[in-house]
Every structure is written in C-alpha cells, then in structure tokens.
C-alpha cells in the first residue's frame, strides 16, 4: 500500500504500527523519498482491511489524498516494523 498526502511527519508510521498490533498484523510501515507512506500489511482478510481502512484517513494531523492498495502473495511476516 502506498499512502499520497501530508503523510509525513504526523506520526502516521507509529499510529499505523500501533493499529497493526491490535489486529494482529504483521508486516511493516516505512517512509518514502517522495513524501509517500509505504506499507506491508499480512494477516486475516478482516484485519488487513481494518489497517487499510484506517490508512484511508490515517492520524490526526494526516492530510490522505490518495491510496494505492496492490495485493501480492504473502511473505510470511511476523511482526510488524517501522523502517
């Protein structure tokens, strides 16, 4: 998933982290060089698509303009990671 917006800088990668670890996702969260938000997220279907769901409008402070969800086969992630 990739997050377009005033996405940086607005504790978007630790509030996605901490919404990962109540619905038992793994994965990771990362920041990009061209102000985007990139993100991993595996898990059960439901609880993905409450972690992408919540991305749509992200923390306080987050301006979404857009989102890009690609689906990929998993990798078998445990955890999850702020990068």
Do not use: C
């Amino acid at each position: 998933m990739v997050v377009r917006g005033l996405v940086q800088g607005v504790f978007f990668r630790d509030s996605t982290r901490r919404q990962a670890h109540r619905n038992g996702v793994a994965g990771w969260v990362s920041n990009r060089a061209d102000g985007a938000v990139e993100a991993i997220f595996e898990g059960e279907a439901d609880a993905v698509e409450r972690l992408v769901a919540y991305s749509r409008k992200g923390p306080r402070g987050a301006q979404v303009e857009s989102i890009e969800v690609t689906e990929e086969e998993p990798e078998g992630l445990s955890g999850f990671g702020v990068r």
